[in-house]
């Protein structure tokens, strides 16, 4: 199994902060990488594909970069909205397809 | 827009069968670029792929589950299932059925969300 590592595991951060948000893969994947928001209570959503292609619908204030085996998910100015976890998934191998542990992005 | 809904039983006794269903509006199941998956995730902790299906019948299986776990497609009802077998306390989560896109001929990253189901697996 490919597995991710994401780091750190819970931020904590100010409205207005750039934000980083660190993953890393045992083997290389490429740059087929997803990263994903999710909300207490709620499904997640998704961000970014490709490792650095942009949802419709998402704020430009996400952006994701990286290939191989490290990738970055940076959040420009930190919202209100955007306090929640974070998960990166790899789908280059069916290895199976794995997601990261999640880092949670908490209130200063 | 693509709507994806799950249903099924809260409540799932020790050693019985978990069996759930998603049902997709907006869009159809036999859509020839788009894969339809089982994700779980245990109360507060991380995400789990269990099983992806294609609208032909080609699955892909968590190797960690498919002795478990089968999924099926109903074309005719636009709707794909889970069965999990022998379920014990470990299974409790939260259950969502996703689609994921079509890439390099294989599911690629998942683009829409059922708002999940929870599971308790409980005498």
């Known amino acids: 199994d490919i597995q991710m590592t994401q780091s750190p595991s819970t931020l904590s951060a100010s409205v207005g902060d750039r934000v980083t948000i660190t993953c890393r893969a045992s083997q290389d994947i490429n740059n087929w990488l997803a990263w994903y928001q999710q909300k207490p209570g709620k499904a997640p959503k998704l961000l970014i594909y490709m490792a650095s292609s942009l949802e419709g619908g998402v704020p430009s204030r996400f952006s994701g970069s990286g290939s191989g085996t490290e990738f970055t998910l940076t959040i420009g100015s930190l919202q209100p909205d955007d306090f929640a976890t974070y998960y990166c998934h790899q789908y280059k191998n069916y290895s199976p397809w794995t997601f990261g542990q999640g880092t949670k992005v908490e209130i200063k | 827009q693509v709507q994806l809904r799950e249903s099924g039983p809260g409540l799932v006794r020790p050693s019985e069968t978990l069996s759930l269903t998603c049902t997709v509006s907006g869009a159809s199941i036999s859509s020839n670029d788009r894969y339809w998956g089982w994700i779980r995730q245990p109360p507060g902790k991380g995400l789990e792929w269990i099983a992806t299906i294609y609208f032909s019948g080609s699955t892909y299986f968590n190797p960690s589950l498919k002795s478990r776990v089968t999924i099926s497609v109903d074309t005719s009802k636009n709707l794909f299932s889970l069965k999990l077998t022998s379920v014990a306390a470990a299974d409790t989560g939260f259950y969502y059925c996703?689609?994921?896109?079509?890439?390099?001929?294989?599911?690629?990253?998942?683009?829409?969300w059922g708002q999940g189901t929870l599971v308790t697996v409980s005498s």
């Open positions: 996703a689609r994921s896109t079509m890439f390099r001929g294989a599911p690629g990253h998942f683009d829409s």
